[in-house]
């Protein structure tokens, strides 16, 4: 069965949205609800995930700074990134949280791919990056690397929430008040910055398409037999 696909159409309080989502993860784990995917937009916001440090946030009086207990660091939600909220049924889906992680990611990398981009993971560094060759070269002589999606989940009793962010055409320069996920010598980009005329409902039609290459179907819950 797919999960139940919900586009928010206004920009969503985060408050409120993670009470919703948290509400709607306990459903699943009960069996009172299925799976689910929501399509969010915040107002400009910076969250702190569990390993936040104080001394990335560099500009606390800029945006509203929510506290949450997914995992990561400081990253910033606002207008013009699609923020996908999962809710999926790990405990179901194989018991494996890494591999999870890595669904998350192939699953960012599988909808980037929908518009020729290359996305990469990098070993130490959460998320998914794109090279810059076009860019001047890093001091060290390396091609530059810019972020273009974060991730962080939390899961509990095997059903996560939270999820990822794809920047598709944010204010880049909204990033200043925070050093992204604790990272300082990359920086961030979005599909409209990479020179790609794309939309947020371009993205969503993207993520659908590419969820169940990524992640398949939901498997049938196991019974008891006697």
Known sequence: MEPEWIEFEQLSPYLETVAAMETRADAIAAGRAGEAIWLIEHPPLYTAGTSARPADLTDPGR?????????????????????????????Q?????????????????????????????????VGVWVVRPELPPGPDGAPREDKIAAIGVRLRRWVSFH??????????????GIVPCGIRDHGVTSLVDLGLPVTIGDVDVALKRSFARVFGPLPARRTATG
């Open 163 to 176: 999820g990822l962010a794809i920047n598709v055409d944010p204010d880049l320069g909204h990033f200043d």
């Open 63 to 91: 945006f509203p700074v929510f506290e949450t207990r997914r995992g990561g660091q400081y990253t910033y939600h606002g207008p013009g990134q699609r923020v996908v909220y999962a809710m999926l049924d790990v405990g």
């Open 93 to 125: 889906r194989g018991h494996d949280v890494r591999r999870f992680v890595w669904q998350l990611e192939e699953w960012v990398i599988a909808t980037l791919a929908e518009f020729n981009v290359r996305g990469e993971r990098r070993p130490g560094r």
